[in-house]
């Protein structure tokens, strides 16, 4: 077999035995890596190790794994304008959350023969929020409804990592309040010094 050392230095190709006996005076454990090549590769490793931090990779990696999540805000095609001031800001939220929105129109009865007023309302959100995102998917028509999708322009791992960093700053910053506060605070008015100047003879 093709041997490997700990610090993935080639030791060349030895009988089994030999790489038994060097593992054992290494004190690690003889790992076969590779066994459909020829000769099979095999590594002297400590093996506990090895899969301690094979493990940890694994959770980092799905820790930073992003999943893409579409939130759905619905709209009226008359929709009051403080209620689309609030449905807006879900909007925004969610932008910078690094989420896609799809925004649905609903209309009823005879809204459904003025498609124009919910393209228009769609067309302001979009403006709206040009700076957090981008529309994905025109507005179209879907039965009765109309839907249009908004993707962010931050990715999700940039938004996370993000909040992460405000969530970080918050407390240094208070604290550094509080420093100067105490600091600042207004110490009692001294005695102004008087110095007399010598009499003239």
Do not use: W
């Amino acid at each position: 077999m093709r041997l490997v050392g700990p610090n993935g230095e080639q030791v060349g190709i030895v009988r089994v035995e030999d790489a038994l006996r060097l593992a054992e005076e290494a004190n690690l454990d003889l790992v076969e890596v590779a066994p459909m090549a020829k000769p099979p590769v095999a590594k002297l490793m400590d093996f506990g190790k090895f899969k301690y931090e094979a493990a940890l990779k694994a959770r980092e990696a799905r820790k930073n794994q992003v999943n893409t999540v579409i939130k759905e805000i619905k709209l009226r095609p008359k929709i009051d304008p403080h209620d689309y001031g609030t449905k807006r800001g879900h909007v925004e939220r969610f932008l910078k959350a690094g989420d896609k929105v799809k925004v649905t129109i609903m209309f009823r009865g005879r809204e459904q023969s003025r498609p124009e007023l919910g393209r228009r309302l769609l067309e302001r959100l979009a403006e709206d929020i040009a700076e957090l995102g981008f529309v994905e998917s025109a507005p179209k028509q879907d039965g009765r409804n109309m839907i249009m999708v908004i993707g962010p322009t931050k990715k999700k791992a940039e938004a996370k990592a993000e909040q992460r960093r405000s969530r970080e700053q918050r407390p240094a910053e208070s604290a550094a309040a509080e420093g100067a506060t105490a600091e600042g605070a207004p110490a009692e008015a001294a005695a102004p010094e008087v110095t007399e100047a010598p009499a003239s003879e």
